[in-house]
């Protein structure tokens, strides 16, 4: 199977930057589209940048020039650099990975995938 492992989250203050860190592992082939979303209580999950394996990203209009999404395929990882946070910006933040191409044992599957979340507060 395949899992996301995320790292990087913690407490910052206003103004400040963190990094997350996604690593997909298992026997992966390849992966359309990775990702970042966060959650807070009482509200639906909401895309916060993602990236195809060409490169192309997309921000949520909030992250927009502060967030910076990249991503290593040679490593499977993706990276959230979040500068410039504000306490809108705490949630716990998920990495997801869309269209994974894996194998499990001899059999071929695609599948997407969710990380556990990681919390990011942001005091002011």
């Known amino acids: 199977q395949v899992q996301l492992v995320e790292s990087g989250g913690g407490l910052a203050q206003a103004g400040g930057s963190l990094r997350l860190s996604c690593a997909a592992s298992g026997s992966i082939f390849s992966i359309n589209a990775m990702g970042w979303n966060r959650q807070t209580p009482g509200k639906q999950r909401e895309l916060v940048a993602s990236?195809?394996?060409?490169?192309?990203?997309k921000y949520a209009d909030s992250v927009k020039g502060r967030f910076t999404i990249s991503r290593d395929n040679t490593k499977n990882t993706v990276y959230l650099q979040m500068n410039s946070l504000k306490p809108e910006d705490t949630a716990v933040y998920y990495c997801n990975a869309d269209g994974v191409q894996y194998y499990v044992g001899s059999y071929y599957s695609v599948g997407d995938f969710w990380g556990q979340g990681t919390q990011v507060t942001v005091s002011s």
């Open positions: 990236i195809t394996s060409d490169g192309s990203t």
